[in-house]
């Protein structure tokens, strides 16, 4: 299995809701990330967690909230978000910190805020 | 800090003929390196990496990518284009210290048949 499963695949929030974004590998990797890919640019990475451990916060706004319940699944917790905030959210995985482990992306959610 | 840049914004190529997408990176220290390959709507796909040894690395789907460390280069390859390679290709650099996966403006590959 060498995939990473995300929920819903659409999303369209209203600025006053609540949402949450799911994300799921079963390959044993201990490292998970939120990507953030606005059209025709480039995936930007907003957290990573390292072993369960929230290690990299990419001065995201607070009305994004990462949870990593436990070391299959992944989630991003949306709160009071902005039409800006429209984009593909991409989680991946790799195997481990080390810098030569190749990460696994899921296939994104596209969220529309309006 | 490292960076990766991807000079073109897009390459056209006809079917059958060889294909080249152009990186060059800047990172202190040994770098890792990687190409991804996205299709409209879909996440990243994996194609390859370099981390060490021989300078040419092969991957997914007849791609190549060779590494050139007087020229910071890394660029992907492949000997013969199919219509179905046309898609946007990221290059990526992370450094030995971090965590961070970094990823190159992208360019839109066109074959044309």
């Known amino acids: 299995d060498t995939e990473v499963t995300q929920t819903p695949k659409h999303l369209v929030m209203g600025m006053t809701n609540k949402k949450s974004l799911k994300c799921e590998q079963h390959m044993g990797h201990r490292a998970m990330y939120w990507y953030k890919q606005k059209a025709k640019k480039p995936p930007e990475l907003m957290f990573v967690?390292?072993?369960?451990?929230?290690?990299i916060n990419e001065s995201v706004p607070s009305r994004f909230s990462p949870e990593c319940p436990n070391s299959s699944l992944l989630n991003l917790h949306l709160h009071a978000l902005q039409p800006e905030d429209s984009a593909l959210y991409l989680c991946?995985?790799?195997?481990?910190?080390?810098?030569?482990?190749?990460?696994?992306f899921g296939q994104g959610t596209r969220l529309t805020v309006v | 800090a490292q960076s990766v840049a991807q000079p073109e914004d897009q390459v056209n190529v006809a079917e059958g003929n060889p294909l080249t997408v152009k990186c060059t990176y800047s990172?202190?220290?040994?770098?890792?390196l990687f190409w991804y390959v996205q299709y409209p709507n879909r996440g990243l796909q994996f194609l390859l990496k370099y981390i060490t040894g021989d300078n040419l690395v092969k991957g997914s789907y007849g791609f190549e990518a060779e590494f050139n460390k007087s020229q910071t280069s890394f660029h992907l390859k492949k000997p013969s284009a199919l219509v179905s390679d046309s898609a946007l290709y990221f290059c990526a650099v992370r450094g030995l210290d971090t965590d961070k996966l970094i990823f190159g403006t992208g360019t839109r590959l066109q074959v044309f048949p």
């Open positions: 967690y390292s072993y369960e451990k929230l290690s």
């Open positions: 991946a995985s790799s195997q481990d910190w080390g810098a030569y482990t190749e990460a696994f």
């Open positions: 990172v202190s220290g040994n770098p890792y």
